[in-house]
């Protein structure tokens, strides 16, 4: 299939969003005129080859993840309509929020035509507006449809994004023709050193990568492999890093990779970094990062990693303010980012955390409140995720408590002074 075989055609219309299923449904053909001035039929269209594999793309990105998969399809004479169920990823999730909020309408189809005809005498009388028409498309060969960027109300969506009552990604931002706007003096999010595919987040923490194994007893001298280690070395063989001093060999913690040739990880290093992590003056808000990094290697060992204890855990413990579903473990990933109910389910905020590897995302875990939350309610969310539910940390409950002072009474000077009084020696 040559790419410039293959038409788009974009179509405006009523969306109906199911937020508790995560789907659209909408109509993503109908014979009218568009801006090229062609009908497409939609009883013309040929599913059966969609119908195998019915993914559903943003803006006709063949090469990216779908956001979502088509649940249904139904043509006629007039139009053709389908149900999209949406993605569990950042990027599904940043869509859906568009269409559930109605900033977006729309959706386009891509296909190839197989048959087409100029309007008929027949067709403009049926049809009146068919006589701007230049061709009608009668058959033709569905291969995908796509959201696409192009805002109902492109006025609403630049206030709503400034105003951070939707939040999407500077991506999606660029894709929607809105500009992220920053201060020239802002922090840049990340840091890129020139080493291939090798990024690592202002934080400090180095994202994990695999390398070869070196043989399980394979004996470990950190101070003689970072020795013969240049910087760009311990880019790749450390977990992490001091950001304000990138150049200086003394700025690389917890080295556990030769420093020579395919940078082999070694056991020993790895049990050795892990053991380590807690005594280093590495951040506390690093840790967990550092952590999932080194519960990586742990698993290419085939290794049970120690459960991590550090309080500063932001995905590995429960708070005592949240229930927590968990849908894929988070030493899958090198780094996480956090949305605020991004999700709803009747009516109440789900909070999201994304777990990014290799610059893709998909939702890691849920966060529910609380206060909105009851742990029955957000476990029952978890069940029909797949996911593995943990309540919200039990906090510490504090009794009053009642102190009755009773005072310390001498019996015996009472009995003297009573045979005293009787006696008439006290009045």
């Known amino acids: 299939?040559?790419?410039?075989?293959?038409?788009?055609?974009?179509?405006?219309?009523?969306?109906?969003?199911?937020?508790?299923?995560?789907?659209?449904?909408?109509?993503?053909?109908?014979?009218?005129?568009?801006?090229?001035?062609?009908?497409?039929?939609?009883?013309?269209?040929?599913?059966?080859?969609?119908?195998?594999?019915?993914?559903?793309?943003?803006?006709?990105?063949?090469?990216?993840?779908?956001?979502?998969?088509?649940?249904?399809?139904?043509?006629?004479?007039?139009?053709?309509?389908?149900?999209?169920?949406f993605a569990q990823t950042e990027k599904a999730d940043?869509?859906?929020?568009?269409?559930?909020?109605?900033?977006?309408?729309?959706?386009?189809?891509?296909?190839?035509?197989?048959?087409?005809?100029?309007?008929?005498?027949?067709?403009?009388?049926?049809?009146?507006?068919?006589?701007?028409a230049k061709r009608v498309i009668e058959q033709w060969e569905l291969l995908e449809f796509s959201a696409v960027p192009?805002?109902?109300?492109?006025?609403?969506?630049?206030?709503?994004?400034?105003?951070?009552?939707?939040?999407?990604?500077?991506?999606?931002?660029?894709?929607?023709g809105l500009e992220d706007e920053q201060d020239d003096d802002e922090e840049a999010t990340f840091?890129?050193?020139?080493?291939?595919?090798f990024d690592v987040h202002k934080r400090g923490v180095i994202p994990y990568r695999q390398t070869p194994k070196a043989p399980e007893n394979t004996p470990w001298d950190g101070g003689k492999e970072v020795a013969a280690a240049d910087v760009d070395d311990l880019k790749i063989m450390c977990a992490w890093y001091d950001a304000s001093k990138p150049d200086l060999k003394s700025s690389y913690k917890l080295p556990h990779h030769q420093a020579k040739g395919a940078h082999p990880v070694v056991w020993r290093a790895v049990a050795n970094a892990m053991a380590r992590l807690n005594q280093t003056d590495i951040p506390a808000a690093d840790k967990p990062g550092v952590y999932r990094h080194l519960a990586r290697h742990y698993k290419e060992f085939?290794?049970?990693?120690p459960k991590f204890m550090d309080s500063a855990s932001l995905e590995l413990k429960p708070y005592p303010n949240e229930h927590s579903c968990r849908l894929h473990p988070p030493e899958n990933y090198d780094k996480f980012r956090r949305v605020n109910c991004a999700q709803k389910h009747d009516g109440k905020c789900i909070d999201v955390v994304y777990g990014i590897k290799d610059g893709k995302s998909e939702i890691q875990a849920l966060r529910f409140s609380t206060k909105v939350w009851t742990a029955a309610a957000a476990k029952a969310v978890c069940k029909a995720r797949g996911g593995t539910f943990e309540p919200a940390a039990a906090s510490v409950q504090i009794q009053p408590v009642s102190i009755r002072f009773t005072p310390v009474v001498d019996v015996a000077a009472i009995a003297k002074e009573e045979i005293k009084r009787r006696k008439g020696l006290v009045y």
């Not at 805002?151 to 500077?170: G, H, T």
């Open 1 to 85: 299939m040559d790419e410039k075989d293959v038409k788009r055609k974009e179509y405006i219309g009523k969306t109906e969003t199911d937020v508790e299923e995560r789907t659209v449904t909408a109509t993503i053909n109908t014979a009218t005129v568009d801006r090229q001035k062609e009908v497409v039929l939609p009883n013309g269209a040929d599913l059966e080859r969609y119908q195998k594999n019915p993914i559903v793309l943003w803006a006709h990105q063949y090469s990216e993840t779908p956001i979502a998969r088509c649940l249904w399809i139904k043509k006629s004479r007039k139009s053709i309509v389908a149900k999209a169920k």
């Open 94 to 132: 940043e869509i859906f929020q568009l269409y559930r909020d109605g900033y977006l309408s729309a959706f386009s189809i891509g296909f190839i035509a197989k048959k087409w005809r100029e309007p008929s005498p027949e067709d403009i009388k049926k049809h009146p507006e068919w006589a701007e």
């Open 191 to 197: 840091i890129v050193w020139d080493s291939p595919g």
């Open 302 to 305: 085939g290794k049970e990693p």
């Open 150 to 176: 192009v805002p109902a109300n492109p006025e609403a969506l630049v206030v709503a994004v400034k105003s951070n009552d939707i939040k999407i990604s500077p991506e999606t931002k660029a894709e929607l």
